[in-house]
């Protein structure tokens, strides 16, 4: 299957600082990516998908100007959680889609654990 | 809105014993079901899916059939390994997995030798 790596995987900051995410697709192109938050012990919650070159939709609930998420390529696209708060703290996931054959399903990253002091 | 119950882990079972791990959903219409599984410190990987009633999705020996009319995708496996120990989510998606999807709470999986 494709892969789709996230950067870092694991990251402390102090409150009130900014912390960005970087997902990439390492083979295919993504027309869509999307994130998604993990809390412990429960399912994974979307928060928004991403198109290339478009705005993100984000979920019911979810601060778009908290969260912000550019997808400027094919390959990447990052999640930058603003004034990170202790519970900000948390599991968040990307995935990444192409549109065409092996590639139209979502390909999951392996995470990034933000720890917010 | 739509929704996916799985039940509770975590569930723990000898090698070689049989494995159920119940899902339903609630959603309009006729939409994908899938199972995801999560291996310690790796990403979710599609493990299996269905499209439509009846059909049934299977893959590395486990199974899962799309019940409509009980609103069900149990996942199952006649001989589990140790090396299937992971967690495993029920999901689905109004049109394909490269859509919206909606997990389950997911339920970990742990197999004694």
């Known amino acids: 299957g494709a892969v789709v790596s996230q950067h870092p995987s694991r990251v402390i900051c102090k409150s009130g600082t900014s912390v960005k995410i970087e997902c990439r697709s390492l083979?295919?192109?993504?027309?869509?990516m999307f994130w998604y938050r993990q809390f412990p012990k429960k399912s994974l919650m979307l928060m928004a998908t991403?198109?290339?070159?478009?705005?993100?939709?984000?979920e019911q609930g979810v601060e778009k100007d908290k969260f912000l998420i550019n997808h400027a390529s094919l390959t990447l696209s990052t999640l930058t959680v603003t004034s990170a708060h202790p519970e900000d703290s948390s599991f968040y996931i990307c995935s990444a889609a192409g549109t065409s054959g092996n590639y139209n399903e979502q390909f999951f990253g392996p995470g990034t654990r933000l720890t917010v002091l | 809105g739509d929704s996916v119950t799985q039940m509770e882990g975590p569930v723990t079972l000898s090698e070689e014993a049989f494995l159920t791990i119940n899902c339903t959903y609630t959603?309009?219409?006729?939409?994908?079901l899938f199972w995801y599984v999560q291996y310690p410190g790796e990403g979710l990987q599609l493990l299996l899916k269905a499209t439509k009633a009846d059909d049934k999705g299977s893959n590395k020996g486990f199974e899962a059939t799309y019940r409509k009319e009980t609103t069900s995708f149990h996942l199952e496996k006649g001989s589990v390994q140790v090396s299937d120990s992971a967690v495993y989510f029920c999901?689905?998606?109004?049109?394909?997995?490269?859509?919206?999807?909606?997990f389950g709470s997911g339920t970990r999986l742990s197999i004694r030798p």
């Open positions: 999901a689905l998606s109004r049109y394909s997995s490269a859509s919206k999807i909606i």
């Open positions: 991403s198109n290339e070159g478009s705005k993100a939709t984000y």
């Open positions: 959603a309009t219409g006729y939409p994908s």
């Open positions: 083979d295919f192109q993504a027309t869509t």
